[in-house]
Nanobody, 115 residues
Framework: QVQLVESGGGLVQPGGSLRLSCAASESIYNFSVMGWYRQAPGKQRELVAITTRSSITNYADSVKGRFTISRDNVKNTVYLQMNSLKPEDTAVYYC?????????WGRGTQVTVSS
């Protein structure tokens, strides 16, 4: 059974940084795409960043230049480095993996940006 486990969330002041981790229970090469999504209270879940097997990346316009997605194929882990955080980045952040016809999700990690 595929498991994706997020960690690294927390409370940070505006302008601060956090690094999220997503540890997979199997090789991340098995996933065609891995990514991070987020959902703020009362809003729909939205794409934040994705990375493909060939390490091609894409970002939501709202995080370009501030967030960086990366992958460690030995540790089977995907990271999201978040810098210059803003209050509007507050949300639950979910790891996603796409394999064959299925989407796999972690349980999420809360990120709160507040002074």
């Amino acid at each position: 059974q595929v498991q994706l486990v997020e960690s690294g969330g927390g409370l940070v002041q505006p302008g601060g940084s956090l690094r999220l981790s997503c540890a997979a229970s199997e090789s991340i090469y098995n996933f065609s795409v891995m990514g991070w999504y987020r959902q703020a209270p009362g809003k729909q879940r939205e794409l934040v960043a994705i990375t493909t097997r060939s390490s091609i990346t894409n970002y939501a316009d709202s995080v370009k230049g501030r967030f960086t997605i990366s992958r460690d194929n030995v540790k089977n882990t995907v990271y999201l480095q978040m810098n210059s955080l803003k209050p509007e980045d507050t949300a639950v952040y979910y790891c996603n993996g796409k394999k064959s016809l299925y989407d796999y999700w972690g349980r999420g990690t809360q990120v709160t940006v507040s002074s």
